[in-house]
């Protein structure tokens, strides 16, 4: 998605408004009779709105009377104040509900939104997330659906009583007196005319604060979040001669827009001004020749009211239309992409308990993208039991092949098999339960330190965390901790990267499955935890068939085969020791992080 500047707002329109507005209006089925209520009561509203200046004109012709030295008829003022009294209530009611209404449409259908999407994202192959931005889907989540539920709940009533308020105003206008009519609607249209063509010309300077204001805080978020090595190579005075550029930037289209925006503003209220003296001065010169009475100049100056602001207000509502037809797009773009497979038709299961723990790869061929291949003819039988390492260099396939192996995505040819089971009769969720993990990005969510290890287990005792603990050698830490288990792990945490890590292969260790992928997950340990994890591994593939993808090849000595892969192929297989016999691909790389001093 095009984005104006660095961390800044979307400016984007929507593609097809027409079409966007009337799949979201679908999409609001299950609520049409509450909406087509409540749109009713704004008609409502705004209706009695209008008849009240009308029944007010005759309320002021009343006093006038009494004003000129002529008897008060009490009677018929207290029935108006009455009639009057029970218009305005009527109105709010109206109001009340309607909003009401609305409120509780648009909130549940965000609601309705949010499920969907949570559920659409479970169901979305990883191709999806490989060529989308995390932020981008989470502001669709939050963003996009908060701007489609606020604005339906302003944009829709608003609208429909600004349109009924503006016809109506124009039709009382022209039954109560054709001439003031035209006086009020003519002086406030050459009003509008300079306000639309300011409009016109500020739109420019909203849109490059915009992305000024974007560019400012993606710069200051760089800044901070680099702040430590901007300071180790003193480049603080060129951060700020930047800053200071982006700041004058900002600061000459915000003084612009702002300048803009508030001769908008007053030259609403000159409208409006203008609008009432006009009427002071034609209706003053007809009552003067008694073709209208007092009352109907009194009637006339809320009429300005009624037929001004609503200009405005469908002005903001179609704009907030587009922005809410923008947003929606986004949404349902999202709803509508392809999904995985949904698995129906495949009724075969193995029980992680009678898994013997062989697994088969026969002539396997994928690629990310049609035409790209990236795995080419890739074939390997495990035993069970069996630790297997896969090395490479960086991008050789090795991850991929897990991925593969997890059915996060299909392959394009070949076969892999699971105790003889081709992994396309298996649904993923059984895969997944036949697998225990353990990646080379730590995940640790906002909770305590015996919830994440428990995490997404039953029954799982404290006993067993502290022993999973005492195995990765991370137990002593916990226990210096406040709270221990208890302790909660947040964002600006005491706990190291190295450390997060032990935890989540802690997590691992209580999970009772047939079959190990380890990618990486020494990566951010020292060498010295790094011999502590490593005896936590040995044990951790005790009876377990084991995958093992590692760049340091010192951590996969021990294995039973490793794997040399190669622009997506195998190109050599065996042990450690064979394969530095062989001097080849293998011994390149071991020498080379020898010589680097990687061993």
């Not at 104006?4 to 609001?28: H, N, Q, T, V, Y």
């Not at 109001?95 to 949010?114: M, P």
């Not at 930047?242 to 925006?261: H, M, P, V």
Request: glycine share 8%.
């Amino acid at each position: 998605m095009p984005r104006p500047g660095r961390g800044g707002m979307s400016l984007e329109k929507s593609k097809d408004f027409k079409g966007a507005i009337l799949r979201l209006l679908k999409s609001l089925s299950p609520w049409k009779v509450i909406m087509i209520f409540s749109l009713v009561l704004a008609m409502t509203g705004a209706i009695v709105s209008l008849i009240a200046p009308h029944k007010l004109s005759e309320f002021a012709d009343l006093i006038r009377v009494g004003l000129m030295g002529q008897d008060i008829d009490m009677k018929a003022i207290k029935e108006l104040a009455i009639f009057m009294g029970g218009l305005y209530i009527t109105s709010a009611l109206c109001q009340f509900i309607q909003g009401y209404s609305l409120t509780t449409v648009s909130n549940r259908f965000a609601h309705k939104l949010r499920d969907s999407i949570s559920k659409k994202i479970n169901k979305l192959p990883l191709k999806y997330f490989d060529s989308h931005e995390a932020g981008d889907v989470l502001s669709r989540v939050t963003n996009d659906v908060d701007t489609v539920s606020f604005n339906l709940n302003n944009s829709l009533a608003t609208l429909v009583t600004s349109i009924t308020l503006f016809s109506g105003a124009v039709i009382m206008m022209f039954v109560t007196n054709w001439i003031m009519a035209l006086t009020a609607i003519l002086s406030s249209l050459i009003g509008f005319f300079f306000m639309f063509s300011i409009a016109s010309k500020n739109q420019k300077y909203f849109a490059e604060r915009q992305e000024q204001l974007g560019n400012m805080n993606g710069f200051i978020e760089e800044m901070y979040s680099g702040h430590n090595v901007v300071k180790v190579y003193n480049g603080t005075k060129e951060a700020l001669q930047e800053f200071d550029k982006l700041n004058l930037k900002l600061y000459k289209a915000n003084r612009k827009s702002q300048f803009l925006g508030e001769i908008m503003h007053r030259l609403m209220g000159f409208i409006g001004n203008f609008g009432y003296v006009m009427v002071c001065i034609v209706g003053g010169l007809l009552t003067m020749n008694d073709i209208i009475s007092f009352g109907v100049i009194v009637a006339f100056m809320i009429y300005v009211r009624l037929f001004t602001n609503p200009l405005s207000q469908i002005a903001q509502a179609m704009n907030s239309l587009q922005s809410t037809a923008a947003a929606s797009e986004r949404v349902f773009e999202f709803l509508d992409e392809p999904e995985m497979s949904d698995q129906k038709e495949i009724s075969k299961r193995l029980n992680r308990s009678k898994v013997k723990g062989e697994i088969e790869f026969k002539n396997v061929k994928f690629g990310y993208e049609p035409g790209r291949t990236i795995i080419k003819d890739f074939s390997v039988k495990v035993k069970p039991g069996q630790k297997i390492a896969i090395v490479g260099p960086t991008g050789a396939g090795k991850t991929t092949m897990v991925n593969l192996l997890m059915k996060f995505y299909e392959i394009n040819n070949g076969q892999i098999l699971i105790d003889g089971v081709p992994t396309s009769e298996l649904t993923r969720e059984n895969i997944h339960d036949l697998f225990l993990m353990v990646l080379q990005d730590t995940w640790l969510f906002d909770g305590t330190i015996g919830e994440n290890i428990k995490f997404n287990k039953e029954n799982v005792s404290d006993r067993e965390v502290w022993e999973a603990l005492r195995t990765v050698g991370v137990d002593h830490f916990v226990k210096t901790l406040p709270g221990g288990l208890d302790y909660k792990i947040g964002d600006n945490d005491v706990i190291s990267q190295g450390q997060k890590q032990l935890l989540t292969i802690a997590r691992g260790m209580i999970e009772d499955a047939p079959f190990l992928i380890l990618d990486e997950a020494t990566s951010n340990v020292d060498t010295r935890t790094e011999e502590l994890v490593q005896k936590a591994m040995d044990k951790l593939t005790e009876g377990r068939t084991s995958f093992i993808i590692a760049h340091r090849l010192s951590t996969i000595k021990n294995s039973d085969l490793i794997l040399v892969m190669n622009e997506g192929n195998i190109i050599e297989q065996g042990k450690h020791e064979e394969l530095l016999e062989k001097g080849g691909f293998y011994a390149d790389l071991y020498n080379a992080q020898f010589e680097l001093g990687g061993e």
